[in-house]
């Protein structure tokens, strides 16, 4: 596994998120493409509409878009080792087709961590979320992801201070010091694995003039449902790569997975 360097664990660590290059081969994304093209056939967006529109899939309706998962070397694998625990496999059984679509003038104001729903008693928290990047998104406001980096640690900051129960208080929002945000950028085929508690939103899609596609899977440890208010105050208690450097002194280098 070379997609893992000791650099790109760093980043991970300081950034919450990074973006995997190349991880999705062209039989596996034409394949991606070809179930995009059908959700869209069959329930196309409104005439005339700009901007987020998703479709939430599941394996049996659209069995395309998870059997790209486990390949060798790909999403999975590389999300488990990242993680540093086998059983990293996806949540809430289902994949979200996310499109963005021009022209959608449009920038965030602050970022949102997922899992909240109005009334809801267990919130819908995970691991990590693995994006697919199905065309290149090279340069900013062309549908890209926004992500405010460290708010990872911030998040965690924020539970720890506050308690879980302040989750649902928050609503998707806890009230954090915001750090600059950037666009993610990458290559078709290229995959970013984002901290569950990174604070991310819908970017504009005004510089380009094509509809910016891409599948987000929510991923989860084995035994994630059993000790997601944990998982809250600490960002590294279900990541074992990152966990045992911190116990090391967190100054230690932390280690690339083989
Ligand atoms: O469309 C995107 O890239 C972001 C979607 C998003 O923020 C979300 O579903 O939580």
């Known amino acids: 596994m070379t997609a893992l360097t000791g650099e790109a664990l760093h980043r991970f660590a300081e950034y919450g998120y990074l973006v995997v290059p190349g991880l999705v081969d062209a039989r596996d994304l034409d394949r991606a493409d070809a179930e995009l093209d059908r959700l869209l056939t069959d329930g196309p967006p409104p005439c005339g509409h700009v901007g987020f529109h998703f479709y939430w899939q599941r394996p049996a309706e659209s069995p395309a878009l998870f059997q790209l998962l486990g390949r060798s070397d790909g999403i999975l694998d590389t999300a488990r080792k990242l993680v540093g625990c086998t059983g990293v496999e996806v949540a809430f059984d289902q994949a979200q087709v996310a499109l963005n679509i021009p022209p959608y003038v449009h920038r965030p104001g602050r970022p949102h961590i997922d899992g909240y729903a109005p009334g809801q008693h267990t919130p819908g928290t995970f691991t990590l979320l693995?994006?697919?990047?199905?065309?290149?998104?090279?340069?900013?406001?062309?549908?890209?992801?926004?992500?405010?980096?460290?708010?990872?640690?911030?998040?965690?900051?924020?539970?720890?201070?506050?308690?879980?129960?302040?989750?649902?208080?928050?609503?998707?929002?806890?009230?954090?010091?915001?750090?600059?945000?950037?666009?993610?950028?990458?290559?078709?085929?290229?995959?970013?694995?984002?901290?569950?508690?990174?604070?991310?939103?819908?970017?504009?899609?005004?510089?380009?003039?094509?509809?910016?596609?891409?599948?987000?899977?929510?991923?989860?440890?084995?035994?994630?449902?059993?000790?997601?208010?944990?998982?809250?105050?600490d960002a590294w208690h279900e990541y074992p790569t990152f966990r045992h450097a911190l116990d090391r002194g967190g100054h230690q280098p932390i280690q690339a997975p083989r």
Do not use: K, M
């Open 130 to 233: 693995a994006g697919l990047l199905l065309n290149d998104q090279l340069t900013d406001n062309s549908g890209n992801l926004w992500v405010w980096p460290g708010t990872h640690l911030a998040h965690a900051a924020f539970f720890a201070e506050h308690g879980s129960d302040a989750f649902a208080a928050a609503g998707g929002y806890p009230d954090i010091d915001l750090p600059e945000p950037t666009q993610v950028h990458g290559r078709r085929g290229d995959v970013l694995l984002a901290h569950y508690l990174l604070g991310h939103n819908i970017g504009g899609n005004y510089q380009s003039e094509r509809t910016r596609r891409a599948v987000y899977w929510r991923l989860r440890a084995p035994g994630h449902a059993d000790r997601w208010a944990a998982c809250l105050s």
